[in-house]
């Protein structure tokens, strides 16, 4: 142990004594203590006002997050205790650990749409820095540590995917996919601020959560089986609210299923419907495969040169990044309407966060730098033919499977196992779990998945023969305890 005077406790404002709570004997077992005289400011009023709110909120709700859907499991911690002289060492230790699990983690990982095959070595020693592009990427801020020069040639080379010309967009890289969905309806409610939003039932759950911070109304669309919008149902309704502009979310990839909706037909629908470029707006969010489908031959073309407002991608899923980040790319007449100057930063405000990662733009600019887009393209059809190498491969072991036909993402039956399931990292809603084919799920990989997979099959299926089996010897047993029952009731031996 160290000296006293080096462990000194330091005395932090949770460590002093609790108040006791009101109304309730106190830890001394003194009586209890009055109630306070508080008035309640009018407590229907309060009560009414949170019922509104909730009459308000419940529609924009995409799925509910709390309750029997979730099994929340708890996180364990590795608790920060003060310095003493063995500190270096507990340090190293709990590192060690850490990156131990976290690399065997990675290995296991097969449900969630991220590319963990990626070497940032040679930017290791940027990791002294603090990088930050707070504000607008195009007006420098006095804050002179920045890697804006690699977030615009980031920018441009996502302009050039999705054909806009310099000079006629604005865009930014965000902290994920949903900042960029954030920011794309932002700029539809701001353009169009008495639009409603539409956007399919599976749709990411930030969609629902933008229209819910603010407080748009909105509409849920239905589905179809692939997951796509059902565009009939699309039709009703804008038809239904004609009076009023459309801000519509269209999913290039939908989170579960892969279902890519369908920008030409949702563009016909609002024609037919009478709506005129200047009362719709139309955010892309391609948080996986908005990166992906410019390389997809036949896929139906998600572009700029078509009238849509805006266009947001992930950066850590198909590019691989060690930290979250993203793209949204938006027409530069449409920020007008949204960004202020603000003097202390000597920049524009026209971003969701202030200070942003300026790390995120170099390692996609370093990717992107090193791949080119003939390097993606072979990424994207690698991903393609392997998502149907597993589809194949968990037909022929007996497993329904479904494969959306611009898509990677396998969607099948959800394992019964829920060891499997965590093990493997597997995204699970209702009965379907799926897989997304990124760059690092290797054929070997699918090989290694596909046999803990049947034999995770088998013993659970073992299992259940095994407790049908059980059930029945138990049933049997008590059949026949009752019938000696009511023989003996007839005179049997014992009596
Ligand atoms: C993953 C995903 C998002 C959210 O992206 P994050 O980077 O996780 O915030 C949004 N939309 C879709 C379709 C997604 O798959």
Request: glycine share 8%; with cysteine; aromatic share 8%.
């Amino acid at each position: 142990m160290a000296t006293a005077t080096a462990t000194r406790p330091v005395m932090l404002a949770c460590e002093e004594p609790l108040p006791v709570p009101v109304g309730r004997p106190d830890s001394n077992g003194l009586a209890e203590r009055p109630l306070p005289d508080v008035e309640i400011t009018n407590p229907e009023r309060s009560r009414s006002l949170k019922q509104q709110a909730l009459a308000h909120v419940t529609p924009y709700q995409a799925l509910p997050v709390q309750g029997p859907l979730v099994e929340p499991r708890l996180t364990a911690s590795y608790p920060v205790l003060e310095p003493d002289e063995d500190r270096d060492e507990r340090i190293q230790t709990v590192i060690e650990e850490y990156k131990a699990t976290l690399v065997e983690r990675t290995r296991l990982h097969m449900g969630y749409p991220y590319n963990l095959d990626f070497d940032y070595g040679p930017l290791e020693s940027l990791q002294k820095f603090c990088i930050n592009n707070l504000g607008d990427p195009f007006i420098e801020s006095n804050y002179g540590v920045h890697s804006r020069e690699f977030e615009i040639g980031v920018l441009h080379w996502f302009a050039r995917l999705w054909e806009i010309d310099q000079g006629e967009y604005w865009g930014y890289i965000t902290n994920c996919g949903t900042e960029g969905n954030l920011h794309g309806i932002l700029v539809g409610r701001e353009n169009l601020p008495d639009g409603i939003l539409y956007a399919s039932s599976e749709s990411h759950y930030s969609v629902f959560k933008a229209a819910r911070m603010y407080r748009m109304d909105s509409v849920q669309v239905k589905t179809l089986a692939s997951g796509e919008m059902d565009y009939d149902h699309f039709k009703q309704e804008v038809t239904r609210n004609a009076r009023r502009p459309a801000i519509v979310n269209v999913n290039v990839g939908t989170t579960v299923k892969g279902a890519v909706d369908d920008l030409d037909h949702i563009l016909r629908v609002l024609q037919e419907a009478g709506y005129t470029e200047d009362r719709f707006y139309i955010h892309c969010d391609g948080a996986l495969f908005g990166l992906m489908i410019p390389f997809v031959r036949r896929a139906p073309l998600v572009t700029f040169r078509k009238p849509i407002g805006s266009i947001s991608v992930s950066g850590h899923k198909f590019i691989g990044a060690p930290v979250p980040c993203g793209v949204v790319i938006t027409r530069q007449r449409y920020i007008t309407a949204l960004s202020q100057d603000v003097e202390y930063l000597n920049s524009k405000d026209a971003t969701i966060m202030g200070s942003r990662n300026g790390h995120a733009p170099i390692y996609m600019w370093y990717t992107l730098t090193r791949k080119g887009y003939g390097g993606m393209r072979k990424d994207v059809e690698r991903c393609l033919r392997n998502a149907h190498l597993l589809k194949t491969m968990l037909e022929q072991a007996g497993i329904t499977a479904m494969l959306n036909p611009l898509s990677s993402t396998v969607v099948f039956e959800r394992p019964k196992d829920a060891g499997f399931i965590r093990k493997w990292q597997l995204a699970c809603e209702g009965p379907i779990a799926h897989v997304v084919v990124m760059p690092n799920i290797t054929i070997d990989k699918l090989d290694e998945f596909m046999a803990a997979l049947i034999q995770s099959r088998a013993q659970c299926a073992a299992e259940a023969a095994h407790q049908l089996a059980r059930e029945a010897r138990l049933q049997a047993a008590h059949d026949l305890e009752e019938e000696e029952r009511l023989n003996g009731g007839l005179g049997g031996p014992w009596q």
